[in-house]
């Protein structure tokens, strides 16, 4: 019984850290120089003028997945409405 007890304790612990890591990592702040933005917006250039200025903006790594989702679901909704 006391062994459960605890299996269910470190697992609540050990959710809870994952959650706060994961946490501060999402929210971290953009660290890129202008010049590595400037690059990373002309690699971006033939995605789309966009996509290119997006890179030049500070965004969190969670802004960044949030975006890469949004292109994901509206290259497939281009793709299916042909």
Avoid: C, F, W
């Avoid at 612990?13 to 702040?29: E, K, Q, S, W």
């Avoid at 033939?46 to 965004?59: C, F, I, T």
């Amino acid at each position: 019984m006391a062994n459960a007890k605890n299996r269910s304790m470190i697992t609540a612990i050990l959710v809870i850290l994952v959650a706060i890591v994961l946490y501060g990592v999402l929210t971290m702040p953009d660290r890129r120089t202008p010049g590595q933005k400037i690059g990373d917006a002309i690699d971006a250039l033939p995605q789309g003028p966009d996509k290119a200025v997006r890179q030049l903006e500070d965004r969190t790594p969670g802004e960044k997945v949030g975006d890469a989702i949004k292109d994901v679901g509206d290259d497939i909704k281009h793709n299916t409405d042909r």
